[in-house]
């Protein structure tokens, strides 16, 4: 099979968890394609202030990252593996708002990054929520 056949095969029958997950790999590589191709969307957007020096470059490399999760979000909900929305419950509701909180907070593109550590546990809580139906309708 080619790579990009082995790439966009699905399972015939997927969980919600893991549709879940793939449309959220698909908000998660929009936001990052848009941060990479306009870094000045955070100011536009979510009215943070302008850049003093090269933090547009590095909101170019923040969207590449979110783009890459995005990737992996979105082809991990689509091989319908259970420990890809597991992993990703775990980082969202520990990991990112434990470093993009105190950074928001201490005023580091606070819009910004508030918004991702509020809005990514959210996410990862709908997600764990999703889990844990899935589980009980299963026994």
């Known amino acids: 099979m080619s790579l990009l056949a082995d790439l966009f095969r699905t399972p015939l029958s997927r969980s919600h968890s893991a549709r879940f997950v ?80 105190p950074l928001a907070i201490s005023g580091v593109y606070p819009n910004t990054l508030l918004a991702f550590a509020v809005l990514d546990p959210i996410l990862g809580g709908i997600a764990w929520w999703m889990l844990v139906k899935e589980g009980k309708s299963a026994e």
């Open 22 to 101: 793939e449309w959220n790999g698909v908000f998660y590589m929009a936001a990052g394609a848009l941060m990479l191709a306009w870094p000045a969307a955070v100011q536009v957007i979510f009215r943070d202030p302008a850049f003093a020096g090269n933090e547009g470059s590095l909101f170019r490399v923040i969207g590449m990252c979110v783009l890459v999760i995005g990737w992996f979000y979105f082809f991990g909900g689509r091989s319908e593996a259970r420990q890809i929305t597991v992993a990703s419950v775990v980082d969202r509701i520990i990991l990112v708002p434990l470093v993009l909180a």
